[in-house]
């Protein structure tokens, strides 16, 4: 894996680099250099371009992520959050490193440059390409019950809306409970994943996946609509700095959401909230509600008016329905 990334490191300006170049930097044959372009073009879809007499190069410059870099840029208080930081280059998922990795401390981020099994709400996958997207994940002690964390997903969602905006990103919904989208398209997604005792404590992993730039060889395999921050932006976004920009919102917010909840993170939720008012109907496992959406309550349970009366829920996959569908429904 590192000799990929060494050359992927090399190539990420967008400029040609000879054969003969990239084997006397990396001390290795021209050939072994043929046969890890080759990798990188057959296994992680990496446009490689080959021009004879050129040499290498990529068609559109990536960056690569630096932890120290990373770490270097943080707010002081976030530096003081993080437990530690590790840039992975291909893991199955974040998450289930996270999961599955012991005597790690609290505040640990992990990040992926690529998932070889990125994994979304409801075991759905989550399109991963190789240093386009933001895949990571961070991890968090909690010393209270599970129960005590239902509003937790909302309050990341919100931290994700706030570290976007503070770069310019503007006209980003919140739909419950947790999706980021920009003009009905999802741009962001996560997922939180705990273990412990009924009782207490627990270990929250909580993972984002944001689009930055998806190829459209990745794009194929999207099975819903999406969009990311290039097009919605207009202009390259830098990835370190995004994640700068989104570790300095959430590793405060894990302390804070302990000691307060959710009330910190509502008014911007029902700021940002594309659901409220509008018909939906959330699907449950034994049944699908129908109704109109209410907003949230103080624990980040989703109101639904339905039938003549508000009834709250604390989980299930809403989905908006049209006018027209609301008139049959009362109809019928």
């Excluded at 994943?193 to 060889?217: I, K």
Aim: charged letters at 20%; one cysteine or more; proline letters at 5%.
């Amino acid at each position: 894996m590192q000799n990929l990334r060494n050359i992927l490191s090399i190539l990420a300006d967008g400029h040609f680099h000879s054969g003969e170049a990239l084997a006397e930097r990396l001390n290795v044959s021209r050939t072994a250099v043929w046969k890890q372009i080759r990798r990188l073009s057959q296994q992680y879809n990496i446009p490689v371009q080959a021009v004879q007499g050129r040499g290498y190069r990529l068609p559109t410059p990536i960056e690569l992520l630096e932890a120290d870099k990373v770490v270097a840029g943080l707010a002081r208080e976030s530096r003081e959050q993080l437990g530690k930081l590790q840039v992975e280059w291909s893991l199955d998922s974040t998450n289930q490193w996270l999961m599955e990795a012991r005597d790690v401390p609290c505040g640990t981020v992990v990040v992926a440059e690529h998932q070889r099994r990125g994994r979304g709400r409801r075991g759905r996958e989550w399109v991963s390409p190789l240093g386009t997207n933001l895949y990571f994940s961070l991890l968090w002690c909690f010393q209270g019950p599970p129960a005590n964390l239902s509003g937790l997903s909302l309050a990341v969602a919100v931290s994700v809306v706030r570290a976007l905006s503070t770069l310019g990103v503007n006209g980003l919904g919140l739909k419950w409970p947790n999706d980021i989208l920009w003009q009905d398209k999802k741009l962001c997604g996560i997922l939180l994943e705990l273990q412990g005792e009924a009782g207490g404590p627990c270990r929250v992993v909580c993972g984002v996946g944001l689009n930055v730039y998806m190829p459209d060889t990745a794009a194929a395999a999207i099975d819903q609509p999406w969009t990311d921050l290039r097009h919605v932006l207009q202009r390259p976004v830098s990835r370190q700095q995004l994640l700068i920009a989104l570790l300095d919102e959430l590793l405060p917010a894990m302390p804070r959401y302990e000691q307060d909840g959710l009330q910190p993170f509502l008014d911007d939720w029902r700021r940002w909230d594309v659901v409220a008012g509008k018909p939906v109907q959330l699907l449950l496992p034994q049944r699908t509600v129908r109704g109109r959406a209410q907003g949230i309550d103080t624990q980040g349970n989703l109101l639904i008016e339905h039938n003549g009366t508000r009834e709250r829920y604390c989980s299930g996959e809403i989905s908006l329905r049209t006018e027209t569908e609301q008139h049959h429904a009362t109809a019928d």
